[in-house]
T-cell receptor, first 109, second 114 residues
Framework: GQNIDQPTEMTATEGAIVQINCTYQTSGFNGLFWYQQHAGEAPTFLSY??LDGLEEKGRFSSFLSRSKGYSYLLLKELQMKDSASYLCAALDSNYQLIWGAGTKLIIKP | ETGVTQTPRHLVMGMTNKKSLKCEQHLGHNAMYWYKQSAKKPLELMFV???????ENNSVPSRFSPECPNSSHLFLHLHTLQPEDSALYLC?????????????FGPGTRLTVL
């Protein structure tokens, strides 16, 4: 079956760095997405990786290893507004997104 | 206009009611999606429309009935729902279904079935 695993909850300190891991098992693979969802709001797109390696976008970076079925989202210089759920989703061979349950990130002052 | 809008934002209905959820996208996208989001569970894809044609129905009970009259509008008709159908219903759109086409989400309809 198809599956996405990510931690349920993480806590970090304002100004620090946090890494949110995601492992995936899908029928075929056409890329991996990260979305951010604040409580009571819609998910918003953060990143898309289809090739191995690190993609940097400001304070956020996303890494992919296709051979390991593994990705992570790295958040630097954490701000209170980064408190949110982070959703990992893999695109399978039918171009259907398989979603993880999300990682709730709590930022403490 | 924001990219993807949904109405109503909140809905409370009895199990015998009939209601409809509406989604509209102002992005010129070709694909539209309905998702169900329950607490602490992954997003569940319900229906996909590509160029107004339904391309996927992920074993959704017939009490949920989608309608896509044009590429900008998507409806979800609800009838004889069950309490376990209470959830956040999200609409999304994307330029296409392939590759790195990100999905843009609406704010969702919070549905409570009594």
């Amino acid at each position: 079956g198809q599956n996405i695993d990510q931690p349920t909850e993480m806590t970090a300190t304002e100004g620090a760095i946090v890494q949110i891991n995601c492992t995936y098992q899908t029928s075929g693979f056409n890329g991996l997405f990260w979305y951010q969802q604040h409580a009571g709001e819609a998910p918003t797109f953060l990143s898309y990786n289809v090739l191995d390696g690190l993609e940097e976008k400001g304070r956020f970076s996303s890494f992919l290893s296709r051979s390991k079925g593994y990705s992570y989202l790295l958040l630097k210089e954490l701000q209170m507004k980064d408190s949110a759920s982070y959703l990992c989703a893999a695109l399978d061979s039918n171009y259907q997104l398989i979603w993880g349950a999300g990682t709730k990130l709590i930022i403490k002052p | 206009e924001t990219g993807v809008t949904q109405t109503p934002r909140h809905l409370v209905m009895g199990m015998t009611n009939k209601k409809s959820l509406k989604c509209e996208q102002h992005l010129g996208h070709n694909a539209m999606y309905w998702y169900k989001q329950s607490a602490k569970k992954p997003l569940e894809l319900m229906f996909v429309y590509n160029f107004k044609e339904q391309t996927e129905n992920n074993s959704v009970p017939s009490r949920f009935s989608p309608e896509c009259p044009n590429s900008s509008h998507l409806f979800l008709h609800l009838h004889t729902l069950q309490p376990e159908d209470s959830a956040l219903y999200l609409c999304a759109s994307s330029q296409g279904r392939e590759g790195g086409n990100e999905q843009f989400f609406g704010p969702g309809t919070r549905l409570t079935v009594l």
